[in-house]
């Protein structure tokens, strides 16, 4: 095994005995990138030697006794919303073309904290406004989209350019590219992890959070930058290995069980009967007020997305992609008022969820209900003939957690007959993303598909 392959826990286990040294890891990482970016395109930005003088100071500290834990000479890749000091931070559009971040974000400077070795940014749909993250190509599978919008930081991962990433969610964003590229992705609790210097979409449904190879290297990431844990989360990484003993795992009888592809739906029941032989009680539950879902999250991006970029669009409309600029003249169009609607439904919806999860633990649902799109394909065609758009299908799943703030986790689950690989998502009361972990882990642990890096 190259030491690019290694999980965040496997590499620092090598590096706090002496096997392996932050130079030597670093240096395979950025190979590898070197590598596969001219295939793959995860990276906008790749700082090698930046990276490697960093190694170099964690490799002096480490051998000075000043080993400061799990993350200590990692290297990691950022998503390219997310400001670290001296690096562009693009968000993947002209209209940012000439931006320097002069101060690291506040995930990136308690990652630089704990040690971590920043190699670059990665690409995103263009602010992050979409699921496909169009110039970046999925290490499975060449030929279709890694998912987006942080599809540069999960191809990057899962390829061997970082041990791990940060990306940002605003409905799936992080959820679905890791499950379209094989990863493991934590969308935390709003507001555990700070968005301060984060390229904003809506301020109400942004999240930042980790993707990676492994639950435990989610935990110890996340560890490093929550910033509103509960006291009975002093370390998530420590916390985990408890099982499911007990758990009230919640399958849903609407909603997320309509228009899945077959080897998801079938992953997903093996699952559920993996959890429920570790001791979990399967509950049957009805999603409430699922109609609202989607309206929610539309009344509340596009007002917020429509204030942040108001005065780039009137100034210089040539700058955003046909894409996203036709998107945003359709958020400056949506009344304010509509804006306050959603948020008082959004309460509604929070306490009919509240009322749900009196009953369970946490629930588990698909992440995706289809494997990655081929490049430019615009819709799904299900088994009842219904056509639905890539992006409606991927944000169907993942945007409720969005809504409602509530933590969410996917894990994967297997391939398709294609080989592709998919996720199982699990989702979790607020601040309770301990036993989401504990959840994600035993599924983890009890998946029968080997996950190595892709061939490609």
Not at 18 to 45: F, I, M
Not at 138 to 161: I, L, T
Not at 394 to 418: E, M, Q
Not at 429 to 456: H, K, N, Y
């Amino acid at each position: 095994m190259q030491a690019y392959q290694l999980s965040i826990v496997d590499a620092a286990r090598q590096i706090a005995d002496g096997q392996l040294s932050p130079v030597e890891l670093t240096r395979s990482v950025l190979e590898r990138a070197q590598e596969k970016e001219d295939q793959l395109s995860a990276y906008v930005t790749l700082a090698a030697d930046q990276a490697m003088d960093a190694a170099r100071r964690a490799e002096q500290e480490i051998r000075r006794k000043e080993y400061r834990g799990v993350l200590h000479g990692i290297p990691y890749a950022l998503k390219d919303l997310i400001d670290a000091a001296g690096l562009p931070t693009t968000a993947s559009s002209q209209v940012r073309r000439h931006h320097l971040a002069a101060a690291d974000s506040e995930v990136a400077a308690r990652l630089k904290q704990a040690g971590m070795i920043l190699t670059g940014k990665t690409h995103t749909h263009e602010f992050a406004f979409g699921l496909t993250t169009p110039q970046t190509n999925n290490p499975w599978a060449p030929e279709r989209s890694p998912g987006g919008s942080s599809g540069g930081s999960a191809a990057a991962v899962a390829y061997g350019g970082a041990l791990a990433a940060l990306g940002t969610d605003t409905g799936g964003s992080i959820r679905v590219p890791a499950a379209l590229c094989g990863l493991v992705g934590l969308k935390p609790t709003y507001e555990l992890v700070s968005r301060q210097g984060v390229v904003p979409l809506s301020g109400s449904l942004d999240h930042v959070g980790p993707i990676t190879r492994t639950v435990a290297d989610a935990a110890a990431l996340l560890d490093a930058i929550a910033t509103r844990r509960p006291p009975s989360a002093d370390s998530y990484r420590q916390g985990l290995g408890q099982g499911v003993d007990g758990l009230r795992v919640g399958v849903a009888g609407n909603y997320f069980c309509e228009h899945i592809a077959p080897d998801i739906q079938a992953a997903l029941q093996d699952q559920q009967a993996e959890l429920a032989a570790a001791g979990a009680t399967l509950v049957e539950v009805e999603i409430p007020l699922t109609d609202f879902i989607l309206p929610i999250q539309w009344g509340l991006i596009a007002p917020e997305a429509a204030a942040y970029h108001r005065d780039a669009l009137r100034r210089a409309p040539q700058l955003y992609g046909d894409e996203v600029r036709t998107l945003l003249e359709a958020c400056m169009l949506v009344p304010q008022n509509e804006h306050a609607q959603a948020q008082a439904a959004r309460i509604a919806l929070q306490a009919a969820w509240r009322r749900l999860f009196s009953d369970i633990d946490l629930l588990l649902v698909p992440t995706v209900p289809h494997t990655a799109p081929l490049h430019g394909q615009d819709s799904f065609v299900w088994p009842d003939g219904v056509e639905e758009s890539v992006v409606s299908a991927y944000i169907r799943l993942s945007t409720p957690a969005n809504v409602l703030g509530l933590p969410a986790l996917t894990v994967p689950a297997g391939l398709d007959r294609a080989g592709l690989p998919f996720g199982v998502q699990l989702i979790g009361r607020p601040f309770d993303e301990l036993t989401v972990l504990r959840a994600g882990q035993l599924i983890e642990s009890r998946c029968q598909t080997r996950f190595d890096l892709p061939r490609a």
